[in-house]
């Protein structure tokens, strides 16, 4: 057949003798594949119009903005809905099938698709990390970071998968396509390379590129010989390709492919074009298989440290572990001696050692419990010479001093100054951090963040606990004196226990010739107020005004205004008088 200057010479295939030729066709009747079937699919991939481009391009954009942020929220529901809408399965599969049939026009075009995605997706994510306002790596982050050869294994299915469902469409795989799109996971370890750009976290973006190479390469082997074992490379896209040429303009495109027809063309041009991806997929193999062995120590190594935990006394009140990177890090907090805690820990890293097989970092911290104070009391008491008390104190003074210093560092400012801080060691739950602060309240999402900030500075869980107190004042018309007590009193309960607050307090002046109820109800609240424990701090005043008024806050009160015929009056005067 002639061939004018846009066609290209039939394309080299696999080699089928008629045995193998009618094993192809068997398999391929056995899911319902006719040989005119198998044209078809190939046409409509050659025929792909461009009109389609912009719904592509646009369903790309959308994926990558909701993945990209499902990440950032830790939304594993809100990636799957980006998973879903994701179109990147098809320009790779395409790909796999036009090196299959030895296609150069649809693998070159396919291709190009496939790397021009790849930059959309990677470069839109690190645009958007930057515009965010934190980047805290969460869990859904974390995931794809570290991928094994395990990770490969679910591509490798899902390959198989996509290429049921591409030369089997119809509403009875609608169901296979959406669980292919959820499994083999493409644009989310694309989002994930972009966010690692965008921090400057190499890590992140290697660890991310590294499981999208590996989806990538499974899918590409595999959808090649799924598409060769049906027998697609018996399918002849000579005329096929020569009407698709014909439709495209003079360009890179025509040129590429005449050169790429020349490899294709060859005998065993399609034993190359399997090697391919395969060779890909085998350098990307060793460091999944070395990522699954550590994997693997780390579970082993956690599962086994975690039952010597759980056989400690019942005297150990916290304790935190950490086993990442071939290194592992345990610390314990215990009620009872110095001794006992000495013999744990050096107990613990002997054990652990022999587990792990290196030398752990294991750090105990002994709180003396009531028993172990009761029996140092008794040996002081049985002898006068004085003795030298091993004392763990100072290690709790430290965890608070550490305390202190992080939450200095992680503390919003928009929540108001902080007061005070207490560390609770509840029985098994994490350790807790009440925070005390006159300002806004931190709300669910601001304490868990902080918690957060607080457990990688400390190297062990903590939650923190919300204490607000409000700087607004809290003001009643001299009748409603009981409610304002009831809403003051709290208030002031804080100045009484925090150092660094003051109570400022205005009570009505005498009422003159008001009905006795009046009088006896407002001198019935004045004694109520002077009887709170906050009354006796020298940083609650109490003054005379029109209405009730109390307000908290780390500033001293501000002395009263002298009134206008009183300017020699001393500064103190009418101090405290409407509490007396």
Not at 291 to 296: G, K, N, Q, T
Not at 496 to 506: M, P, S, Y
Not at 549 to 557: I, K
Request: charged share 20%; proline share 7%; hydrophobic share 50%.
């Amino acid at each position: 057949m002639n061939q004018d200057r846009g066609s290209l010479p039939p394309a080299g295939g696999p080699p089928a003798a008629p045995a193998g030729a009618a094993f192809q066709d068997r398999i391929a009747a056995a899911f319902g594949i006719a040989p005119e079937a198998r044209e078809a699919i190939v046409r409509g991939m050659l025929d792909r119009s461009a009109r389609g481009a912009a719904g592509y391009w646009l369903q790309l954009l959308l994926a990558m903005g909701i993945a990209s942020l499902g990440l950032v929220l830790g939304s594993g529901a809100v990636v799957i809905g980006a998973m879903l809408i994701s179109p990147l399965m098809g320009p790779i599969v395409e790909l796999g099938m036009g090196l299959a049939i030895g296609s150069p026009f649809l693998a070159l075009r396919s291709f190009t698709r496939v790397a021009f995605s790849i930059v959309t997706v990677v470069t839109g994510a690190a645009l958007l990390t930057l515009t965010l306002p934190f980047h805290e790596v969460t869990a859904e982050i974390a995931a794809r970071t570290s991928p094994t050869a395990l990770d490969l294994l679910i591509a490798i299915f899902c390959a198989i998968a996509a290429a049921y469902t591409t030369v089997r469409p119809g509403s009875d795989t609608t169901s296979t396509a959406a669980g292919t799109a959820i499994g083999i996971a493409l644009v989310p370890p694309l989002c994930v390379v972009g966010y690692g750009i965008g921090t400057r976290v190499k890590s992140i973006a290697s660890g991310a590129a590294l499981l999208f190479t590996a989806n990538l390469c499974a899918i590409l082997l595999f959808a090649i010989l799924c598409f060769l074992l049906l027998g697609y490379g018996a399918v002849s896209t000579a005329e096929l390709e020569h009407a698709e040429l014909a439709k495209q303009k003079p360009g890179a495109i025509r040129r590429v492919a005449r050169a790429l027809q020349v490899f294709f063309g060859l005998r065993h041009g399609w034993i190359f074009r399997v090697m391919m991806p395969l060779a890909l997929l085998g350098a990307v193999y060793f460091p999944l298989r070395e990522a699954l062995a550590r994997v693997s120590w780390e579970v082993r190594v956690r599962g086994a440290i975690q039952r010597m935990l759980d056989a400690l006394p019942q005297s150990t009140v916290r304790s935190s572990l950490t086993v990442d990177h071939g290194s592992v890090a345990v610390r314990l907090v215990t009620l009872g001696r110095a001794d006992e805690a000495e013999r744990i820990e050096q107990d613990l890293r002997d054990k652990i050692a022999a587990v792990a097989g290196m030398t752990p970092k294991v750090d105990v911290i002994a709180v003396l419990d009531a028993s172990a104070l009761e029996e140092v009391a008794a040996s002081v008491r049985a002898t006068s010479a004085p003795i030298d008390v091993v004392r763990k104190e100072p290690e709790l003074a430290l965890l608070r001093q550490e305390l202190a210093a992080s939450l200095s560092g992680a503390w919003p400012h928009a929540a108001g100054p902080l007061v005070a801080s207490r560390l609770r060691f509840p029985e098994n739950d994490p350790a807790v951090v009440e925070v005390v602060h006159v300002g806004p309240a931190l709300g669910d999402a601001a304490a868990d963040l902080l918690g957060r900030a607080l457990s990688r500075e400390l190297g062990a869980e903590v939650a923190v606990q919300d204490r607000a107190i409000s700087p607004e004042p809290i003001v009643a018309e001299p009748a409603g004196g009981w409610p304002w007590l009831q809403a003051a009193g709290p208030a002031l309960a804080w100045v009484d226990e925090v150092e660094a607050l003051h109570g400022c307090v205005e009570v009505p002046a005498d009422p003159g010739e008001k009905p006795r109820r009046d009088v006896e109800d407002l001198e019935a609240v004045r004694a109520a107020l002077r009887a709170l424990p906050a009354l006796r701090t020298e940083r609650v005043h109490v003054r005379e005004g029109a209405r009730w008024r109390a307000v908290v806050s780390t500033a001293p009160c501000a002395p009263p205004e002298p009134a206008p015929g009183d300017a020699g009056a001393p500064a103190d005067a009418g101090q405290d008088g409407g509490a007396r």
